[in-house]
C-alpha cells in the first residue's frame, strides 16, 4: 500500500520486467462492508473496464488490471 503513483510506478516496473506484480489499495471506506460504494476503483477486465470495491473485492488487486 501507499500513495497512488508509487504504486503506479512499481506496476510499470514489474510489467517492463514480465514479473507478476500485485498492489494493496488505501480508499476512503465509509461502511466497509460494499454497500456505499465510496472506495471504488476502476479495473480493466477481459469485457473492458469495470468499477470494483476495495472493501469487498480487495483490497488486494493484481497491478495489470489497475494500472
Partial sequence: CGPH???EAVA???KEYNLPCQVSL???MACAVGGCAGCVV???TDNGPAMKRVCVDGPVFNAKDVF
Avoid: D, G, I, R
Wanted: aromatic share 8%; no cysteine; net charge negative.
Fill in 5 to 7: 503513483p508509487m504504486l
Fill in 12 to 14: 510499470k516496473l514489474a
Fill in 26 to 28: 488505501e480508499e476512503y
Fill in 42 to 44: 476502476e479495473v480493466q
